[in-house]
């Protein structure tokens, strides 16, 4: 039975762009590459954004703001 990978995440405690350490990206990045997600999300303290990286989109979104949305996995 194969696994269908919708979304990656990456948790960090980034307030703002100059927080963002290129490991958080790079391990996205790697990760994406081995399960064949294009879906790429990074799960902030307070910084929201989105970050062209490459050939991928990587959503910024504050910790807050993604407890409450309403997609799910």
């Known amino acids: 039975m194969g696994y269908s990978y919708i979304e990656k ?4 405690y980034a307030a703002d762009s100059a927080e963002i350490g290129k490991r958080e990206v790079a ?3 790697k990760v994406s590459g081995e ?3 294009k879906k790429l999300c990074m799960i902030t ?3 929201e954004e989105e970050l062209k990286v490459k050939d991928y989109t990587i959503m910024c979104i504050p910790l807050w703001k993604w407890l409450i949305r309403k997609q799910r996995f």
């Open 9 to 12: 995440l990456q948790v960090t």
């Open 27 to 29: 391990a996205l990045l």
């Open 45 to 47: 303290w307070d910084y």
């Open 35 to 37: 399960f064949e997600c």
